[in-house]
Nanobody
């Protein structure tokens, strides 16, 4: 099992930027698809972005495309989410996630059922 720990959340004004980071330990991190989800109260977790072991990335809602960028450093066992031009509707708890199997495609991590491991979450609040 892989352990995931997020950092980098916080309060930012609309239009600002934040960079979330997820540190992984345990199984062979570099072989697994990694991703980010977000959740607001009363709603299911929403897929944000994923990146495969081969550095192919996918993004969820059209609202984040062009503003969010996912990246990973397999040498450091980290996956980051750079969030620019933040909007109040980006306010949520952001969760780091790992896929279920090694050498998977980025597209295989797109819903909660695709996740093998979760981080504890980090709050992002965007004020208007």
């Amino acid at each position: 099992q892989v352990q995931l720990v997020e950092s980098g959340g916080g309060l930012v004004q609309a239009g600002g930027s934040l960079r979330l980071s997820c540190a992984a330990s345990g199984r062979t991190f570099s072989r697994y698809t990694m991703g980010w989800f977000r959740q607001t109260p009363g709603k299911e977790r929403q897929f944000v972005a994923a990146i495969s072991w081969s550095l192919i990335s996918t993004y969820g809602a059209d609202s984040v495309k062009g503003r969010f960028t996912i990246s990973r450093d397999n040498a450091k066992n980290t996956v980051d989410l750079q969030m620019n031009s933040l909007k109040p509707e980006d306010t949520a708890v952001y969760y780091c996630a790992a896929g279920r199997r090694p050498a998977g495609l980025a597209s295989e991590l797109a819903s909660e059922g695709d996740v093998g491991s979760w981080g504890q979450g980090t709050q992002v609040t965007v004020s208007s």
